[in-house]
């Protein structure tokens, strides 16, 4: 028996010429769009540094590859003798930020030292930490504000690199919801070039250095609220003196002796973090 094949099934719409025609024009003109931003990215990360500024050495740079290692070796003598509480201090409200690049997980270790010496503990809630837009640093403007009335008192906000850059930028504008800031081998002082990170921070960014979209409170003077500078002469990525500061630019520059991905986790820098917080509110200078 022969089968009839109804032909009065659904119809499959076949676009039409202009419209096809339209979409290609729509997907050139993202591709053009595209490769437009590619090419300013890139004129961006190829940009001269003025002659007289310099970052640190190339061999101070490849020092940070030691990182690892002497990061499991200061651990190793941390456990035998672990970050303490200060007698009598008192606990705080504080909010990690982490530098550029980096997710707040690379700063855990820190975070894990301060609890244990009685703090309150949070990291930024952002997530990965790929330079600054106009709507996150709101958000994270809103998170502060938040987190301090919720806590109620005003936060400790310690920030690692362009981490550090965003808490005096804060700290600026909430100065009602910031008691500390902690700045870690952060370039907030002389030319803004002067460290080996500024290229790939435009490449990814999209913006140049001189020309934050967030504002430019950061640099220059001090926040109104005591502000530390913890800074590295063994620093391979930032200018040690572009992360130590001037007077009049922080209340106390820090030595330590780290590089500049060890700040986010070396037992020392715990140390010193836990010190700083706990003499807040009775030794601010």
């Known amino acids: 028996m022969i089968q009839r094949i109804s032909l009065n099934g659904p119809r499959v719409a076949i676009p039409d010429q202009q419209t096809f025609g339209d979409a290609l024009r729509s997907a050139g003109a993202r591709v053009a769009q595209w490769r437009d931003e590619v ?41 035998r003798d672990p970050v303490a509480p200060l007698p009598h201090t008192q606990s705080h409200p504080v909010m990690l930020l982490p530098g550029f690049g980096t997710h707040p997980a690379r700063m855990r270790g820190l975070g894990r030292a301060l609890e244990r010496a009685g703090h309150r503990v949070a990291d930024w809630g952002l997530g990965f930490n790929f330079g600054p837009s106009s709507d996150r640093f709101d958000r994270l403007c809103e998170r502060v504000v938040t987190m301090a009335r919720r806590e109620g008192q005003p936060l400790v906000l310690v920030g690692w690199s362009l981490g550090g850059l965003f808490a005096r930028e804060i700290a600026h504008r909430h100065p009602e919801a910031v008691a500390m800031v902690i700045t870690m081998g952060s370039p907030f002082s002389g ?49 040690p003196r572009s992360s ?42």
């Open 39 to 79: 090419a300013r990215r890139g004129a961006l990360a190829f940009q001269a540094r003025p002659s007289e500024v310099r970052g640190p050495a190339v061999g101070r740079l490849l020092s940070e590859l030691k990182t690892p290692y002497e990061l499991w070796s200061a651990g190793r003598a941390d456990r």
């Open 191 to 239: 030319d803004r070039r002067a460290n080996n990170a500024w290229r790939a921070y435009q490449l990814i960014t999209g913006h140049a250095v001189d020309a934050p979209p967030v504002g430019e409170l950061a640099f220059g003077a001090k926040p109104p609220v005591p502000t530390i500078a913890l800074w590295s002469p063994r620093d391979g990525i930032v200018s």
């Open 244 to 285: 130590c500061g001037r007077a009049g630019e922080r209340d106390r520059a820090v030595a330590m002796r780290c590089t500049h991905l060890g700040f986010a986790g070396h037992p020392d820098v715990a140390r010193m973090l836990v010190s700083l917080i706990g003499s807040l509110g009775q030794d601010n200078g």
